[in-house]
């Protein structure tokens, strides 16, 4: 379908949503504030930009006079005020952005037929509509030219062209008008992701309401690249697009629109005309969710899918999956020996990892450990780089953007997979009487006993004498093996910074991953979702995060380096962790260049280190964690030496 016919929709579309635009424009009057979203929509908006730090209570004290203190807080009043005031992050952020934007130089039969926009929204996917690329003959013929604008001085920079790759994949809706088609490599092997960066699409709402601004970059009439920032408004929400004002011209087509964080809300494709071609009355664009509610449901080989799904997982619509043990889930970890053959069912798509938008290589991931479940992957990661800041500030260098940083997210692969019945039963059976190592302890049998494994040699690590590790509990509820736990938990939790459920819960989860198959494959996928596969990935890891992340590396592609990994608050050093490892036992991964390893003497989940005593070539750095706070990464991570090599191994300059 060619524009003008696109056009002619569109009329019809702002046409029959003319009584939604007039009840829109009466409510921004009434209520004096151009935020009139529906309420779903208005909170789900202020409850993203909240965890995204976008709003912070500064913001919302500014945005209440004292009646609306105590009348109730106006989330659209909220919206307004974080709509109008940007911190200076805004700049950079939408320079970065604007990397991935590229003018594409539309070919038929060998001849030139027109330009048009497009934009990066994986490694090697370009997004743009359909009638700028209406079938893939066209595509083969056709470039993707990026970089093609002026520098801070005015001078035009070198156009660094792309071939696209139809072949690989290609995939085009009329209604929507939207093309996803794959781009070829350089010659020198270099995907433009890697160069350019890529624009990551969210399924989740709340990425905008009506009246917000908009803000478009592109290649109108196919000049250099062009930013329409001024004057700019959300207008309408329709089913499958978006009514915007904002200035755009011919060869916009197939631009991103991004909110003012720099989210792609909307493929552009063009500008409705006014009544008898009297000039333009707003621009239109498909939205986001709605397109990948469509790419997710078109049934593609498995070679094209594998292509497809580079998007990443928070482009995924929410739903449940399943991972049997024997599917191609357990290929990509490789074989564990032992299968008891379980079923991993997992509820995915509630907390799907996040992407890093740092442009080229070393990409920087952050894997947490247990107890993450239900909590947001963007807070956690600005909770990680909040705690680096400080670390990085005290050893000179500076911080570390937290949107540079990849955070994979199994927290509710595992819970789900690791739900506990016994916990309730036993404290239910026994009330006051209830020992907490056998309130946590797992219900199977076998993982049971690494759990009881992990406890007694924890307490042998920190200097239970062997007299008092033999004494049982009477009448234990679990009785044998588990009603002799206790008193080494005790042991452990005395002499630590941890209490006694901490410490119990960690070392249950523990042992559920090492010792069930099921777990093992569900969380490393989990991870896999969500993690790069640049040439080189400086890896920092905590907890039980350190274990997955062992295996993990066991797992990567070959071309995978790690130059830098840093473990914190590690049970890495005790031997019931180590001989459990699919490695088999502490043979340190030759992928890996430098190691350290940061672990606190009050941390009992650290009570195999140093782990140099057992690994090789690991640098083992004691810090001075706050007792109470023994085990948290911010305080691993706020250490100036352990933030010195993440700094040292992330610097551009």
């Known amino acids: 379908m060619n524009l003008q016919e696109q056009q002619q929709r569109m009329i019809e579309r702002y046409r029959r949503s003319a009584d939604e635009r007039a009840e829109i424009e009466r409510r921004q009057v009434e209520t004096g504030t151009a935020i009139v979203d529906s309420a779903e929509q208005v909170r789900a908006r202020t409850e993203r930009l909240a965890a995204g730090g976008a709003v912070g209570l500064g913001t919302i004290a500014l945005a209440l006079p ?71 003959a066209t595509a083969a013929e056709s470039f993707a030219d990026f970089d093609v604008e002026v520098d801070n001085e005015g001078v035009a920079k070198p156009t660094v062209r792309y071939a696209l790759a139809p072949d690989l994949l290609f995939v085009t809706n009329i209604d929507l008008d939207a093309t996803l088609v794959a781009v070829r490599p350089r010659s020198d092997g270099e995907l433009p992701g890697a160069v350019h960066g890529w624009n990551q699409l969210v399924a989740r709402q709340g990425k905008i309401v009506i009246g917000e601004p908009v803000n478009v970059i592109g290649h109108p009439a196919a000049r250099p690249k062009e930013v329409a920032l001024r004057d700019n408004a959300l207008l309408n929400q329709l089913d499958d697009f978006l009514h915007y004002k904002t200035d755009t011209e011919p060869g916009n087509s197939g631009s991103p629109v991004f909110n003012d964080q720099w989210e792609v809300v909307a493929l552009h494709h063009s500008s409705v005309p006014g009544a008898g071609g009297d000039g333009w009355v707003a621009n239109e664009g498909a939205r986001v969710s709605v397109l990948l509610r469509w790419l997710d449901g078109i049934a593609l ?59 080229g290589t070393p990409q920087v991931v952050f894997l947490h450990g247990r107890g993450t479940q239900g909590r947001d992957p963007a807070i956690m990661r600005a909770e990680w780089a909040g705690g680096l800041a400080r670390g990085l500030a005290a050893a000179g260098r500076p911080p570390l953007d937290a949107k540079e940083v990849w955070f994979p997210h199994y927290g509710d692969t595992l819970a789900a997979m690791t739900a506990h019945g016994r916990e309730r039963a036993v404290t239910e059976a026994l009330g006051a009487e209830a020992t907490t190592a056998e309130a946590y302890a797992p219900d199977d049998a076998s993982t049971r006993a690494v759990y009881a494994a992990l406890i007694d040699e924890a307490a042998r690590r920190a200097g239970m004498p062997v007299g008092k590790r033999d004494v ?41 991953y090492l010792d069930r198959d099921a777990v093992r494959i569900a969380v490393l996928d989990a991870v896999l979702e969500t993690f790069p596969t640049d040439d080189e990935v400086v890896l920092v890891a905590h907890s039980l995060g350190t274990v997955v992340a062992m295996d993990l590396i066991e797992r990567l592609p070959p071309g995978v380096a790690v130059p830098v990994l840093v473990t914190a608050g590690s049970p890495l050093g005790m031997d019931s962790v180590y001989k459990r490892l699919l490695s088999g036992g502490p043979r340190r991964p030759a992928r890996v260049g430098t190691w350290l390893n940061a672990w606190a003497a009050a941390d009992a989940v650290a009570v195999g280190c140093p782990l140099a005593d057992t690994w090789a070539e690991v640098r083992d750095v004691l810090t001075q964690n706050r007792k109470d706070r023994a085990h948290d990464i911010d305080e691993y991570l706020s250490a100036a030496e352990v933030a010195a090599e993440i700094g040292r191994a992330t610097a551009t300059g």
């Open 472 to 512: 049982a509990v009477e009448g234990g509820f679990l009785g044998g093996l588990v009603s002799l736990l206790q008193g080494p938990l005790s042991w452990i939790a005395d002499r630590s910074g941890l209490d006694e459920v901490v410490i119990a819960t960690i070392f249950r989860d523990v042992a559920a």
């Open 301 to 359: 080989p498995p070679a094209q899918r594998a292509v497809l799904t580079e998007l990443g997982p928070q482009a995924l619509p929410e739903k449940a999956r399943t991972v049997p043990a024997d599917s191609g889930a357990a290929d990509r970890v490789g074989s564990i020996t032992g299968a008891r053959g379980e079923a991993a069912t997992v509820a995915v798509g509630t907390r799907g990892g996040i992407r890093g938008e740092r442009a």
């Open 66 to 136: 004292d009646a609306d203190a105590v009348q109730g807080v106006r989330l659209e009043r909220i919206l307004g005020v974080a709509s109008e005031l940007q911190g200076v992050a805004f700049l950079g952020r939408g320079s970065r952005a604007s990397r991935t934007v590229a003018r594409i130089a539309v070919v038929e039969g060998g001849r030139p037929a027109g330009f048009g926009s497009g934009f990066l929204v994986g490694k090697r996917l370009l997004l743009t509509n359909n009638h700028v690329l209406q079938d893939a």
